[in-house]
């Protein structure tokens, strides 16, 4: 997720008090949205992205960019020193370090001759699938029709 | 500024334009369908000389921040206020406005068309917004519309204010760098879908001496329709931010992208892709080539994620409370499967 979880909140408690309260009509129905303003306003310091998605993803990103190293040897410099750059601790921040190594091993593989570049492909090719797959796995159908009809 | 203050701006403006006696507004609405520009639809009565006549129209603001930011709605107006009388079904649009002593930003006004705006989403049903009937009338319809446009004479029509693209792969490169700026702007972490993707169109950068007008957003969501059955009209073609100068694949690409077929394999729910390419090769006279439509799948893909991450930097920093912008974060993987659907390194790809 690229907004932080405490800006997501915000930006709900903002949109339940600015632009929905002001037409909420009943008292009951009001007391339920400012109910819900309140759990949102006292969740939003005791969360933080699931640890056990966050390990997937770290796992994969490591496991890929260790194929590449690999195989490619002295032509992996670049990538050996952005894994190297990505901290231990905390996760959060350690899968951060992670995807900016795989960009880097992106752009390292995009610059090789062909022959070379397709042996470090696959497992990052791998990687981006199951990870793909994963980051949808987790989301919930969509209510975009009901968001643009209003 | 509330709605009805809104409003009460709306008629004065209209009354000056109009030359009206008075203009008294009966309506007025914001839509919610489009997530870039504030769009207000409304009417008015108009009395002159004793006569009172109704009359539709939809006033499209800029807005405080949002997808497209930087705004400047002046093109667009151009191109539509030339197009004004033309057979392509635009709609009609006499003002620009950008004082803000009137709307407190910049705004056009046009003539509201006929019809309703069918939206890429699926229905309970699963099915997309067009029975059978209906697709098979819109689809020849819009594949004409799109050769109707690619064929205009931009130059006889003054629109070289929005910057001819140099020959050869000038057209293809100035789209993608327009959209990596956009990407950079956002602020955000490039992810390795992404420039995966990005490295690949810097290095397929097809090369065309074709260059025509490009409507920038042409797809399901952008077109009026009069539903009725196999006599199933178009009957306007909206949304003309990203209007511009260059391939005119990249239109057909983005209508035909997987981004506008709401879970069904019809592009932009009216047929398949191939089908709806072929329609609109014959109806143009124009051979459909393969190499640059993949350059402009990707690149679609790629759009999307801009606008999106333009959207979410706005929301990020406080710049609007609009919390639909919000919904693109848990939206991005979607996109990102997309890429790896296109790019082939996810199975179903092309």
Redesign the interface.
Known sequence: ????LE??ID??V??LT??VAPDVGTRYARGQLFAAVDVLRNLRDRIEEKAALQRLETESAEAALGAVIAALGDEARAVVAALAEAPAEPPAARL?GL??A??RA??VV?ALPPALAARARPP??E???M???R??TV?KP?L??E???? | MDTAEIGARLERFLAARLAADAVHLARLERSTEGFSQETFSFDVDVERAGRRERRGYVAKREPVAGLLEPYDLEPEFRVLHALSADPLPSPPTPWFERDPAVLERPFYVMERLPGEVPIPAAGPDGCGPFDDAERAALAPALAGALARLHALDWRARGFTFLGVPEPGRGAASRELARWEARIAAAGFPPSPPLTDALLWLRRHTPASDEVTLVHGDYRLGNFLVERAGSATKLTGILDWEMVHLGDPLEDLAWCTSRLWRAGTPHASCLCAAEEFDALYAETARRRVDPERLRFYELLSVVKMIAIMLTGLRAFNEGRTPDLRLAIFDHQLPFLELMLGMVRGWLAGGA
């Open positions: 997720m690229l907004v932080p800006t997501l930006g709900v903002r949109a600015e632009a951060v995807r900016a795989l960009v992106l752009a995009d990052l090719a990687h981006l699938a990870q793909a797959l980051d949808v989301l969509s975009l029709a968001i643009s009809r209003g």
